[in-house]
Nanobody, 125 residues
Framework: QVQLVESGGGLGQAGGSLRLSCAAS????????MGWFRQTPGKEREFVAA????????YYADSVKGRFTISRDNAKNAVYLQMNSLKPEDTAVYYC??????????????????WGQGTQVTVSS
């Protein structure tokens, strides 16, 4: 089992940057592929980015590609989401998630075993 706690959300301006962090505790962090998802009221939780256990592979949603960067530090049991060139449509609750089974990270939220509580990101225009 792993526990996930997100931080770093808040208010950002269009064109600006925010960095989200997700701290993990419990089972060995390096055995999990990690993902970031986001959700707005009335909508399905959507994939944002994912990273493999070692960090060698990363995947992004088309909507954030070139603007967001996912990274991880296994020594610190943490995964990060650097968000640049923010847009108002990036406003959402952002969740980190852990996938124990797969070595190749997935975009499918049903494949993730553990979730954090979420952190709100609001981007003003």
């Amino acid at each position: 089992q792993v526990q996930l706690v997100e931080s770093g959300g808040g208010l950002g301006q269009a064109g600006g940057s925010l960095r989200l962090s997700c701290a993990a505790s419990g089972r060995t962090f390096s055995t999990y592929a990690m993902g970031w998802f986001r959700q707005t009221p009335g909508k399905e939780r959507e994939f944002v980015a994912a990273i493999s256990r070692t960090g060698a592979m990363t995947y992004y949603a088309d909507s954030v590609k070139g603007r967001f960067t996912i990274s991880r530090d296994n020594a610190k049991n943490a995964v990060y989401l650097q968000m640049n060139s923010l847009k108002p449509e990036d406003t959402a609750v952002y969740y980190c998630a852990a996938d124990y089974l797969r070595t190749i990270p997935t975009r499918n939220k049903i494949d993730y075993d553990y979730w954090g509580q979420g952190t709100q990101v609001t981007v003003s225009s």
